[in-house]
């Protein structure tokens, strides 16, 4: 997997910082932390699909994942978006520990989404909005599980040496071996 899934991921990784702030913390913190337009906007989005998991009353289970992505996986979205940019190889365990926490918490999600029953509910739409947020960690997981180190070293001076690269825990670089 190359430059542009890693740019990919990054991009990702930054989209989800307002919808994080914006729209999921709506579903735990009360409608005074927001501006008015970003409530139409959750509104507009419940009437036209029917959420059950963001549409109030929220089930304490459910909040205690909103929880957790505002606490745990906000920071990592902030650090991962400029270790994906800057590939930074410190970054390979944080990845595996979002990875396996967001796979994790997503089966109970999609769980629940598949099995919901209501009138105007748009299952597959719904599913299929939450989609990204299984797959694309999934992804993560895996080229972070499976890849060490996480960025290959590019480029001329890469060929010669590992000096491109900071090491996984993002100490200083192995000295380079010149035959």
Same mark, same amino acid.
């Given at each position: 997997? =190359?430059? @542009?899934?890693?740019?990919?991921?990054?991009? +990702?990784?930054?989209?989800?910082?307002?919808?994080? @702030?914006? !729209?999921?913390?709506? *579903?735990?913190?009360?409608?005074? /932390? +927001?501006? #008015?337009?970003? @409530?139409?906007?959750?509104? !507009?989005?419940?009437?036209? $699909?029917?959420?059950?998991?963001?549409?109030?009353?929220?089930?304490? /289970?459910?909040?205690?994942?909103?929880?957790?992505?505002?606490?745990?996986? @906000?920071?990592?979205?902030?650090?991962?978006?400029?270790?994906?940019?800057?590939?930074?190889?410190?970054?390979?365990?944080?990845?595996?520990?979002? =990875?396996?926490?967001?796979?994790?918490?997503?089966?109970?999600? +999609? +769980?629940?989404? /598949?099995?919901?029953?209501?009138?105007?509910?748009?299952?597959?739409?719904?599913?299929?909005? $939450?989609?990204?947020?299984?797959? &694309?960690?999934?992804?993560?997981?895996?080229?972070?599980?499976?890849?060490?180190?996480?960025?290959?070293?590019?480029?001329?001076? *890469?060929?010669?040496?590992?000096?491109?690269?900071?090491?996984?825990?993002?100490? #200083?670089?192995?000295?380079?071996? /010149? &035959?």
């Amino acid at each position: 997997m =190359g430059r @542009l899934f890693e740019l990919l991921i990054a991009l +990702f990784l930054l989209i989800h910082i307002p919808i994080t @702030l914006f !729209g999921d913390a709506q *579903a735990v913190l009360g409608p005074e /932390w +927001f501006h #008015p337009r970003m @409530l139409d906007v959750m509104q !507009g989005y419940l009437g036209t $699909y029917h959420d059950p998991l963001m549409t109030p009353p929220h089930k304490p /289970w459910f909040k205690s994942m909103i929880y957790l992505e505002l606490f745990l996986q @906000l920071p990592y979205f902030i650090v991962g978006f400029y270790a994906f940019v800057a590939r930074k190889n410190w970054i390979r365990i944080p990845t595996i520990i979002y =990875g396996t926490s967001v796979v994790t918490t997503m089966v109970p999600i +999609f +769980f629940e989404l /598949w099995h919901h029953k209501a009138p105007g509910y748009n299952q597959v739409m719904v599913c299929a909005f $939450y989609a990204p947020y299984l797959f &694309v960690p999934l992804a993560m997981l895996l080229k972070a599980a499976f890849s060490s180190p996480m960025f290959k070293p590019r480029g001329r001076a *890469a060929s010669s040496s590992h000096l491109a690269q900071d090491s996984l825990w993002g100490g #200083p670089p192995a000295k380079a071996k /010149w &035959v």
